[in-house]
Nanobody, 135 residues
Framework: EVQLQASGGGLVQAGGSLRLSCAAS????????IIWFRRAPGKEREGVSCISSIDGSTYFTDSVKGRFTISSDNARKTVYLQMDSLRPEDTAVYYC????????????????????????????WGQGTLVTVSS
């Protein structure tokens, strides 16, 4: 069973940095794509960033471009979201997620992602981690 474990949230002042981690487990294949979403109070869920382990392709929503980076440690099947120059409007619960793919007789993680992050409807979700940016 695919599982995603998110961690790394916290309280930081505006201009500060945090690094979120998402550890994926429970699937046999080495290729995967992880998507980070966030939901701010009173707002719709927003796709923030994604990365594909196949070719390292990355995508970001416009509001975080130049401030957030995403990377993956394929040996550990862990994805990191480095968030710099944080702003109060980045305050949200952050979730890592993945879309499902059937290979053979089992579910695994679909290994591609693209720029339409918010439109994705992932089947696998990690628990949320709260990021609070104070002004």
């Amino acid at each position: 069973e695919v599982q995603l474990q998110a961690s790394g949230g916290g309280l930081v002042q505006a201009g500060g940095s945090l690094r979120l981690s998402c550890a994926a487990s429970g699937f046999a294949f080495d290729d995967y794509a992880i998507i980070w979403f966030r939901r701010a109070p009173g707002k719709e869920r927003e796709g923030v960033s994604c990365i594909s382990s196949i070719d390292g392709s990355t995508y970001f929503t416009d509001s975080v471009k130049g401030r957030f980076t995403i990377s993956s440690d394929n040996a550990r099947k862990t994805v990191y979201l480095q968030m710099d120059s944080l702003r109060p409007e980045d305050t949200a619960v952050y979730y890592c997620a993945a879309r499902a793919q059937i290979r053979g007789s089992s579910y695994t993680i679909y290994p591609h992602c693209g720029p339409d992050l918010t439109a994705y409807e992932p089947e696998f979700w990690g628990q949320g981690t709260l990021v609070t940016v104070s002004s």
